[in-house]
């Protein structure tokens, strides 16, 4: 398949009122492509100026807002064209189709991550999904254990496990704004009024 019209598709999803942006998992799920081309496909849309991702954690690819107005009116013709008014329909309680919902990442119990890593140092690091810290944190602990030296290992236990701990709840705070924005976003934006 030619970049153009796999860019061509990828505009055509962002045209959907009901998605706001795309990572590249829920685009190569939606369009049925090989990942790698997808994302070869989004770079290079951003490259072009046509999308632009945002940072921290996985990228998220948008359309400019401007971009993002004609391709839902664009959408709207066509479904209204095509007598599809079910596709019209905003949901109130969510911001993007079913295959985005399953890409969002499930939120870690902070005191989960924390109590692990009490008992066994690192563990709450790999449940945040940091694998370098947890790595270093069980290198110390099992350093400390093996020589012998209770006040590092006790010492290894307790930063491990509030380390576990705080980080889980930063990024469960940082999901939960980033959610309410999102909304808030939803609903402030105005609808053009569809052609028909």
């Known amino acids: 398949m030619s970049g153009g019209s796999l860019s061509a598709q990828v505009l055509g999803l962002l045209g959907d009122p009901r998605v706001d942006s795309l990572t590249v998992d829920s685009a190569a799920k939606a369009l049925g492509q090989p990942r790698q081309d997808v994302a070869t496909t989004l770079e290079a849309m951003v490259q072009a100026g046509e999308l632009f991702s945002t940072s921290g954690g996985e990228p998220r690819y948008r359309a400019p807002p401007h971009e993002k107005l004609r391709l839902e009116s664009m959408f ?4 209204h064209e095509l007598h599809e008014a079910a596709v019209l329909v905003r949901p109130h309680d969510e911001g993007v189709v079913a295959f985005e919902q399953e890409d969002t990442e499930e939120p870690r119990l902070p005191v989960t991550a924390g109590l692990l890593s009490l008992f ?3 563990t709450g690091q790999l449940l945040n999904g940091d694998v370098g810290r947890a ?11 093996i020589t012998h030296l ?11 496990g509030a380390e576990a701990f705080f980080t889980a709840k930063m990024r469960s705070l940082e999901r939960k704004v980033a959610r309410e924005s999102a909304a808030c976003a939803l609903t402030s934006r105005p609808s053009p009024k569809p052609t028909m």
């Open 76 to 79: 709207r013709s066509v479904a």
């Open 120 to 122: 066994l140092p690192g």
């Open 135 to 145: 790595s270093l944190v069980f290198a110390v602990w099992s350093l400390a254990w």
């Open 150 to 160: 209770a006040p590092v290992w006790t010492f290894v236990c307790l930063y491990a």
